[in-house]
């Protein structure tokens, strides 16, 4: 544990990027790292960037953090990439380096596939983005492909969601909706050089309008991510969000809803582990387990024999309390 | 419950309805018939319908279901909406409606929308699956919009997957091969009469090819459901697979996977259940709990606390066997 403070004490990018593969890979160390870890975070501002494929996400982040590098901060960039082996394209992380960010000494990159099981990256995400959060980033950016439920999960995490589209949205305005319009804080049109910028953000602006969000009313800012447009007045936007977060209680509230979150699915997990080494020890479940999968018991009546035989009566608690 | 048998042997869309809104509301009843319907379930064909929005999944359904019904068979149609409440098109059930389908005595229509609650979707349709399978269905289909990791959740109770399609699938390829992909079982280029189908046919052809599937070599057909044409070789090709599902011994695997799938989820809800009551009842550790909402401890001691609280020592187990 000792060890494990100095590595977190010794703020180089080195250590972060041992600290953080311990959690990724889930080794024996990762508990320790996220318990200590857990104490030191909270000061950093979590945005998330998402969109579909080839809205220029990875150059604007790329753009993001050479501003905001600029500006003496220490930047953690995540890159999560839900998609599927089946993919043959460069990872978000490695297109982001090869902006040339990489080369700053303050800001760091990780990034984050799947190889097939989506379940825990949201988990792996929200691991992550807490150790870069106790290792004083100020700004943390998280990129992430758009690609349904996963999306969602992982933009949890965020205080700030970017969507970012390009000009002309038609069809995909109708798959928007149905699912990520709603969380995004700040609408970006990037590649807003290309025909149709204008009539996007009126399209835009009218279905904020009809969403009738209240408090916030989220922005539509135009960029053009390759020649460095309009990323001033994204940064301006994305501090202005902060400031309301802030003012509203927002910000603390949501870190506390995180809190209480990690605890859930915790707890969910140990359980988990409980229900497996009890059936283990118990051959007479295993039977029971067996006749559900083949059919000749209903899982209805099964579930409850398991979970009333591992969770003892109200009266028999050991260490309650 | 001798009621409620009496409702499943009516086998008339009326009893049906009535126990499908028990069980989709949750209430009391629902229970009995889930674990009623869970010993008279696993006949019927279960067949899942994805694509994006557009691509004429309705048309194509209601087209499958005149063909099947006119065959004598009995049909079940489930249609699930993950799409938000901001959403203002017609819902996938009405739409399937206009077809004139529901007015067919062997064709019954449930219509299972999210309005905002995504969690308890894939769940539901597992549900309304089983009652329909154990009202003597010999035919279920699914239709779901493609929206991400929800529809793969909900698919994942079909046997058969069509994942339907539009000519010139382009820069949306891309989106495709990055979720749902690997999940078809039938490809459909539906509105085949466009220009570009023979293209997308071959685009989805290389793609298979490399994707390696042994057993089964997913076949991509053209159909232009609005004309009718194509339908027969579609039933033909579900046939097909069918029978493969039941040579391979997949079929039965499917189903008893089901099997444990469902009881593993009902141990967690009960699990879940068991952990609020305990809360609840403990003033230590609501205490703990608002501490790690604060942040003044972590939440990997606390959930250990309380699971340690909630389960006993393996030697004090009180019904185990």
Redesign the interface.
């Known amino acids: 544990m000792e060890e494990l403070i100095r590595y977190f004490d010794k703020k180089d990018n080195v250590s972060l990027g041992k600290l953080l593969k311990e959690v990724e890979n889930q080794t024996p160390l990762s ?1 320790d790292i ?2 200590y870890s ?2 030191r975070k ?1 000061k950093a501002h979590i945005i998330g960037i998402t969109g ?3 809205s220029g996400k990875s150059t604007l982040v790329g753009k993001l953090c050479n501003k905001l590098a600029a500006q003496g901060l220490m930047i953690g960039v995540v890159c999560v990439d ?3 082996p ?2 043959k ?1 460069a990872l978000l992380g490695d297109r982001i380096r090869m902006q040339g960010i990489a080369k700053l000494p303050n800001v760091f990159i990780k990034s984050l596939a799947t190889r097939g099981n ?1 379940g825990g990256l949201a988990a792996s995400t929200a691991d992550i983005v807490q150790v870069l959060d106790a290792y004083d980033k100020d700004v943390i950016l998280i990129e992430t ?1 758009g ?6 999960d992982v933009l949890e995490v965020s205080d700030t969601v970017l969507l970012v589209n390009v000009p002309g949205l038609g ?1 995909s305005l ?2 928007l ?3 990520i ?2 969380i995004a804080d700040i609408y970006v049109i990037n590649q807003a050089d290309r025909p149709g910028a204008d009539e996007s953000v009126k399209d835009l602006n009218l ?1 904020v309008r ?2 009738g969000k209240t408090d916030w009313s989220p922005p539509i800012l135009k960029t053009v991510a390759t020649q460095e447009e309009g990323i001033e007045e994204l940064i301006n936007q994305i501090y202005t969000h902060r400031s309301y977060l802030q003012n509203s209680g927002l910000w603390k509230e949501k ?2 809803t995180r ?2 979150t ?2 859930n699915s ?3 997990s ?3 582990q ?2 497996d080494d009890h059936i283990n ?5 295993q039977q029971k ?1 067996e006749d ?4 000749k018991r ?17 009266n ?6």
Do not use: C, W
């Open positions: 508990y996220l318990k857990s104490s909270g579909p494929p080839g839900p998609t599927s089946y993919t394209g989506l492909v690609v349904g439920q996963i999306e969602f069809d109708q798959t909706k149905a699912g319009m709603e279905m009809e969403s870190r506390q809190n209480i990690r605890l915790m707890i969910q140990l359980l988990s409980k229900v020890t118990e051959e007479s479940l387990i559900v999968r083949n059919g209903d899982p209805y009546t099964i579930s409850h024999d398991i979970v009333n035989s591992l969770v003892a009566n109200k028999t608690y050991q260490y309650g309390g």
